[in-house]
Nanobody, 119 residues
Framework: QVQLVESGGGLVQPGGSLRLSCAAS????????MGWYRQAPGKQRELVAS???????NYADSVKGRFTISRDNAKNTVYLQMNSLKPEDTAVCYC?????????????WGQGTQVTVSS
């Protein structure tokens, strides 16, 4: 199993920046992609950005050019740098790790961190 601990959420004004961190532990060698999802009130959880073990990144159209996902393999940590934040970015953000264990794809989730963009 993989354990994920998130940090870095908070309250920021429109146009501001935040950086989220997600530290992984446990069966980290089984992880092949990590990502950030978010869920706004009354909406479904959606993918924000993901990054493979080789460093290939993917972004939702709504955050392209504003958000950057990166990883530090030595620290087993993934980051999400969020710039030019908008009120519509307000959501609970969840770290996700996809692993292959016993031949099956497994999802592990962090506890979630609140991001609020408001003046």
């Amino acid at each position: 199993q993989v354990q994920l601990v998130e940090s870095g959420g908070g309250l920021v004004q429109p146009g501001g920046s935040l950086r989220l961190s997600c530290a992984a532990s446990g069966s980290i060698n089984s992880i092949y992609v990590m990502g950030w999802y978010r869920q706004a009130p009354g909406k479904q959880r959606e993918l924000v950005a993901s990054i493979t073990s080789s460093g290939s990144a993917n972004y939702a159209d709504s955050v392209k050019g504003r958000f950057t996902i990166s990883r530090d393999n030595a620290k087993n940590t993934v980051y999400l740098q969020m710039n030019s934040l908008k009120p519509e970015d307000t959501a609970v953000c969840y770290c996700n790790a996809k692993s292959i264990r016993a031949g099956a794809i497994t999802d592990d989730w962090g506890q979630g961190t609140q991001v609020t963009v408001s003046s």
